[in-house]
């Protein structure tokens, strides 16, 4: 399973940025769950959002209103739309994926700067 994230940028507070998550080299189906991590400089990599193949989501608190997942299984994309961005926003985005045929293993994608000025 191979990820290409991107989307990332410069924007001011309160600004919008949509990142995107390509996956390939495998049925997009099978993919049991998308996440998006973020890493800070200095700081662990946190979970920001998931969506299942079933659509389920779940966010992180502090994204929570401000971001959403979707998954568009004909383009085998999941985006992160973020919206009302903060500077403590700033991170390098990174997503993961699960595979239903290889539950314990993550596959990762390269990262995406996202970068949010006060």
């Known amino acids: 399973v191979q990820l290409m994230a991107s989307g990332g940028g410069l924007v001011q507070a309160g600004g919008s940025l949509r990142l995107s998550c390509i996956a390939s080299?495998?049925?997009?189906?099978?993919?049991?769950?998308i996440n998006w991590y973020r890493q800070a400089p200095g700081k662990q990599r946190d979970l920001v959002a998931s969506?299942?193949?079933?659509?389920?989501?779940d966010y992180a608190d502090s994204v929570k209103g401000r971001f959403t997942i979707s998954r568009d299984n004909a383009k085998n994309t999941v985006y992160l739309q973020m919206n009302s961005l903060k500077p403590e926003d700033t991170a390098v985005y990174y997503c993961?994926?699960?595979?239903?045929?290889?539950?314990?293993?993550?596959?990762w994608g390269q990262g995406t700067q996202v970068t949010v000025s006060s």
């Open positions: 993961n994926a699960r595979v239903i045929s290889n539950p314990g293993y993550d596959y």
């Open positions: 080299g495998t049925a997009f189906f099978s993919i049991r769950v």
């Open positions: 969506i299942t193949r079933n659509l389920m989501t």
